[in-house]
């Protein structure tokens, strides 16, 4: 089992930056895939980006690409999103997911632990 829990959300302007944390516990994290996902009112949850087990390979939405970056401390069991040049549409509940083997996937089924959300809120 996977406890995860994210921070680090908040409101912010246009163009502004946020970096969320999401700090992982009960199990070995260093073996866990992880990933981050939204979910905006009224929309179905997205892929946001997901990182394997190493931090070697990445992935991205079209949507975020450029602009937001994902990262992990296997020492600290802690995954990260810096999220720069940040617009209204990026707008949502981030979540943080953990997946049980090591490969990076960008489907959200995959994933069988996920954190409570954190909101992430850019004013225009």
């Known amino acids: 089992q996977v406890q995860l829990v994210e921070s680090g959300g908040g409101l912010v302007q246009a163009g502004g930056s946020l970096r969320l944390s999401c700090a992982a516990s009960?199990?070995?994290?260093?073996?866990?895939?992880m990933g981050w996902f939204r979910q905006a009112p009224g929309k179905e949850r997205e892929f946001v980006a997901a990182?394997?087990?190493?931090?070697?390979?990445?992935y991205y939405a079209d949507s975020v690409k450029g602009r937001f970056t994902i990262s992990r401390d296997n020492a600290k069991s802690t995954v990260y999103l810096q999220m720069n040049s940040l617009k209204p549409e990026d707008t949502a509940v981030y979540y943080c997911?953990?997946?049980?083997?090591?490969?990076?996937?960008?489907?959200?089924?995959?994933?069988?632990?996920w954190g409570q959300g954190t909101q992430v809120t850019v004013s225009s």
């Open positions: 009960g199990r070995t994290f260093s073996t866990c895939a």
């Open positions: 997911a953990a997946r049980g083997v090591p490969l990076a996937s960008t489907r959200s089924y995959e994933y069988g632990h």
């Open positions: 990182i394997n087990w190493s931090g070697a390979t990445t």
